[in-house]
């Protein structure tokens, strides 16, 4: 289904827009940052969750709604202006196919998305950045150490497990029927970075940084249960300032790999996911092309880093609300919406 988002904004009323986002993941910071720069905002939510988000009052609008049958509340959406803001919890309620071809100005390159969704699509995309980046294995039998399977899509870690060895790692991939990839485990510490890409300043801002809490691997039950990487959480963190250049610099990197291979380029947050290793190297194993829940731990109190472009602490909410107020004032809309 072709989009045509520029037909659809011809007929918005550009000053009074509304910012839309649906009710999980990171959508208290992202409506709460929009409400702040004057916005008005909805929330789209599960009949099971909206009561939860009716309880706060920068959210002026929760609309409940079975997200079998999200496309219900586009025409309404599109009646009250609406910018759509994109995260994990979208992604993977309606599927990477729906929410590319969902019919509303949608914040962000929405066709990221369908590389996020493929596992080997990420890999190709960071390699084609030249980001140091995990070996992948296509034949199982050629696996020469500890490797770590991933499943495909935006699961927050849920299905992922390691195997020691190849005839681990055989014995283990008889049960799984989904699409995976087989990758080294990279020995070190995890970093998972917050970048906004902005094309009103012609930028690329690190916005903050965080660590995953996860399930059975930081709840320490060695011995008693496998490992598995289900994310519950998120732990803030500042980095070693001499680690900052390369941090930079993958950032870049990657918006320009974006640029060249998945038009019309990085529009706003993404995220890249790494381990560094003690020899201060940094290895990216994945990516995020939106808005990541690591956010939240700045949420109403901004990130150490957002202070060095905006001489305050901002989080990733008001950023984005940022950048839309810019892009309305300066009649850009088009350039940051798909």
């Known amino acids: 289904m072709n989009v045509n988002i520029e037909s659809i904004i011809r007929n918005y009323d550009l000053d009074r827009v509304s910012v839309a986002t649906v009710a999980s993941h990171t959508a208290l910071q992202i409506l709460r940052g929009a409400s702040r720069l004057g916005f008005y905002t909805i929330a789209v939510a599960k009949p099971s969750t909206a009561w939860f988000y009716k309880r706060f009052s920068f959210i002026n609008e929760v609309l409940e709604v079975d997200f079998s049958d999200f496309e219900s509340v586009i025409d309404y959406l599109i009646?009250?202006?609406?910018?759509?803001?994109?995260?994990?919890?979208?992604?993977?309620?309606?599927?990477?196919?729906?929410?590319?071809?969902?019919?509303?100005?949608?914040?962000?390159n929405r066709?990221?998305?369908?590389?996020?969704a493929d596992q080997r699509l990420k890999m190709k995309l960071l390699g084609h950045a030249g980001?140091?980046?995990?070996?992948?294995?296509?034949?199982?039998?050629?696996?020469?150490?500890?490797?770590?399977?991933?499943?495909?899509?935006?699961?927050?870690?849920?299905g992922y497990f390691i195997a020691r060895d190849k005839d681990e790692l055989i014995r283990r991939l008889s049960s799984i029927k989904e699409d995976f990839i087989i990758q080294e485990y990279v020995i070190g510490?995890?970093?998972?970075?917050?970048?906004?890409?902005?094309?009103?300043?012609?930028?690329?801002?690190?916005m903050g940084m965080d660590i995953r809490y996860e399930s059975n691997v930081d709840g320490r039950v060695f011995g008693f249960e496998e490992p598995t990487f289900v994310v519950v959480g998120n732990l803030p963190m500042v980095l070693r300032?001499?680690?900052?250049?390369?941090?930079?610099?993958?950032?870049?990197?990657?918006v320009k790999a974006v640029h060249e291979l998945v038009p019309p380029g990085m529009i706003g947050p993404f995220s890249l996911e790494s381990i560094i290793r003690d020899d201060m190297s940094i290895v990216v194993f994945e990516f995020s092309g939106r808005i990541v829940a690591g956010t939240n731990v700045y949420m109403g109190v901004g990130s150490p880093y957002s202070t060095l472009y905006f001489d305050k602490p901002i989080d990733m909410g008001e950023r984005i609300a940022i950048e839309i107020k810019d892009a309305l004032g300066r009649g850009r809309l088009m350039d940051i919406v798909t």
């Open 189 to 206: 510490v995890p970093a998972y970075y917050h970048y906004f890409t902005s094309r009103m300043r012609d930028r690329v801002e690190i």
């Open 131 to 158: 980001i140091s980046i995990p070996k992948s294995f296509d034949d199982p039998s050629m696996v020469d150490g500890p490797v770590i399977v991933k499943l495909y899509g935006a699961k927050g870690g849920k």
């Open 111 to 116: 066709y990221l998305i369908r590389w996020e």
């Open 241 to 254: 300032e001499s680690l900052l250049p390369t941090v930079q610099r993958y950032g870049e990197d990657f």
């Open 79 to 108: 009646e009250r202006n609406t910018v759509f803001i994109p995260h994990g919890s979208y992604v993977e309620y309606v599927g990477w196919r729906r929410a590319i071809s969902m019919p509303i100005p949608t914040f962000g």
